[in-house]
């Protein structure tokens, strides 16, 4: 067992006004308790879960482990008086038997070093995956990853949370836990072989019995405390640098998916100085870390060369009055550094603490966003079954902030018919496509639904990772009927593709915007849905392609429902009736 203090080096910084204060501190309100209480509902699921008794398992075995190390560290501890007498004794066969026996721990620690260290990944990595299902299992049911963007909660960045925070709080709660369990028996095992070796010492015509072990224990108490006052605003430290970095990476992303539409503008000059404005805020914030860690870095230097001559120090005058041998300075310097570094486990493991409550508070965050937004997926709508026809009636609609979009709408749309709704930008059309395939929850009305499989056809279509045969029939599995899947592309005029079914490429952008609206009808005539909903869907394909495609549904052999929202004059003869909206009161 390690007897120094690791601490890494920090670089140093000048001053600058820390971003973080202008920013609401985590630790402003932070008690153990409630702080436990966070980890405690994070980590439960999994311990009470399906895989519960190979975690349990795991970790016994790992505390087994950790115990078996400790009794080495006891064992290595009694060798140091017996080596060092040996030499002090200038006795070569004592000197050769105790190197000996050093093998035999040495090899020994090795082993449970080794096992130790396999054991706490093994467990990491079912942990870790089984958060990363779980999560996205729930981010993705009820539509939670919709309702969380749509509403703007706070998880801005929810992707990271599962692929690097779960990680992160896996490995670190299971680092600190296990590293607290060793630490609290190795105290327990090397304070009480302190006091049996301290001895007394008198100071002022007073007997102090175990005098070092209350040296030790106030030494490195008061240095933790000293450590707990600098580095206590690193946690928030921490976490504005994960979400500023976020915000960067977002950016350069979303400039990344725009880059035509940017070229087009010229924008660059507007882009740069974004950037600039979010990467600046890292910056600062990084300056702030590095001051705070620079401040760490002095005290714990400082306290760590300081500690090497405190034991040596405090068990001086016993040497020197003859009342203990050379082995037995040895012997009680070893057990002091040993529970010094016991009692140093705060200090050595702030900046990981720091960590590991940052990574915590976003994914309490996280995991009370997925549970608002999975409850919210039951609205105030009334939702029926009716044979035959799509209706709605007395329907309201308003945005995430309570302010009404639409009142008052009726319409009813039969089996094999075609509704066109228009208005204004800003009247809700959307929306009311949305509510009636159940997408928008804030509102109120009834909605009456066919049984049957609906189609939902944006503006601008989705087109997934993966072949272009893929792409044809998402959400579906990709089927291999390529006399349908030719004949379907030839029909809405994409007959150039057909070559290309098995070639993966980036196609959202490898297609023009009129391909894209192409191939999400050539989808809908391959799904053959009972109804279709269409939101702009022909918005870029010329008058002739898009009577083409209209033509397509409206001739089906299936006779699909279509409800449409557009603003073209030309999509009137394809539907029986049209929807006139106004803005909401």
């Known amino acids: 067992m390690s007897n120094s203090i690791a601490v890494p080096n920090h670089p140093s910084a000048q001053g600058r006004r820390a971003p973080w204060r202008a920013l ?62 040996a030499l002090q004794a200038n006795n070569i066969q004592a000197f050769f038997k105790q190197i000996g026996i050093f093998g035999l721990i040495a090899g020994s620690y090795t082993i449970s070093l080794v096992s130790s260290h396999w054991a706490a990944e093994s467990l990491k990595l079912r942990w870790r995956d089984w958060l990363v299902r779980q999560y996205t299992a729930d981010w993705l049911s009820s539509r939670a990853y919709y309702r969380i963007q749509l509403e703007g909660r706070s998880s801005a960045n929810p992707d990271q949370q599962i692929v690097e925070d779960l990680g992160l709080f896996a490995g670190q709660t299971l680092n600190l836990l296990v590293g607290f369990l060793d630490m609290a028996v190795s105290l327990i095992a090397f304070t009480s072989i302190l006091w049996s070796l301290g001895g007394t010492i008198t100071v002022a015509g007073v007997s102090v019995a175990g005098y070092m072990v209350f040296a030790v224990f106030g030494y490195a108490l008061l240095a933790s405390w000293i450590t707990h006052r600098i580095g206590n605003p690193l946690a928030g430290l921490h976490s504005a640098n994960q979400r500023l970095e976020s915000e960067f990476r977002y950016g350069l992303v979303r400039l990344r998916e725009n880059a035509e539409t940017v070229a087009f503008y010229g924008g660059e000059t507007q882009e740069r100085r974004v950037l600039n404005e979010r990467w600046h805020g890292v910056v600062e914030n990084f300056w702030a870390m590095m001051r705070r860690e620079r401040a760490m870095a002095c005290f714990t230097h400082s306290y760590t060369q300081f500690s090497i001559i405190v034991p040596f120090l405090l068990a001086a005058p016993r040497y020197f009055a003859g009342q203990i041998s050379f082995g037995q300075v040895m012997q009680v310097t070893a057990a002091f550094a040993t529970v010094q570094g016991c009692l140093n486990y705060f200090i050595n493991s702030y900046r990981e603490i720091a960590h590991w409550r940052a990574t915590t508070e976003r994914l309490k965050t996280f995991r009370a966003d997925l549970d608002q937004a999975r409850a919210s997926e039951h609205s105030s709508f009334v939702r029926m079954h009716a044979v035959g026809r799509i209706g709605v009636q007395d329907l309201h609609l308003s945005l995430p902030n309570g302010r009404a979009l639409v009142s008052g709408v009726d319409l009813s749309v039969e089996q094999g018919k075609a509704l066109l709704i228009r208005g204004p930008s800003g009247t809700g059309k959307s929306t009311v496509l949305r509510a009636i395939a159940g997408l928008w929850p804030y509102g109120r009305g009834n909605v009456s639904v066919t049984s049957g499989a609906s189609f939902f056809l944006p503006q601008r279509p989705y087109l997934p990772l993966g072949t272009l045969r893929q792409a044809i029939f998402y959400p579906a599995p990709a089927r291999t009927d390529d006399a349908e899947i030719s004949h379907i592309l030839r029909s809405v005029g994409l007959e150039h593709l057909i070559e290309r079914l098995d070639t993966v490429e980036p196609w959202s952008q490898r297609l023009s915007g009129g391909e894209q609206q192409r191939l999400a009808f050539a989808r809908v005539l391959l799904a053959r849905p009972e109804t279709v909903f269409l939101d702009e869907a022909t918005s870029a394909l010329d ?23 557009g603003h073209r004059s030309t999509l009137v003869g394809y539907h029986d009736e049209t929807l006139d909206l106004k803005r909401a009161a």
Not at 27 to 37: C, D, L, P, R
Not at 44 to 73: D, H, T, V
């Open 24 to 85: 609401p501190a985590l630790t402003s309100h932070w008690t153990a308790v409630a702080f436990s209480q966070d980890v405690w509902r994070l980590a439960q699921p999994y311990w009470a879960s399906e895989e519960k008794w190979y975690a349990r398992g795991m970790l016994a075995l790992l505390l087994a482990i950790k115990l078996a190390a400790i009794y080495i560290c006891v064992r290595q501890n009694e060798w140091y008086n017996s080596f060092h007498s």
């Open 543 to 565: 008058e002739e392609a898009e009577r083409n495609v209209y033509s397509l549904l409206r001739n089906a052999e299936w006779k699909p429902t279509i409800v449409s929202i």
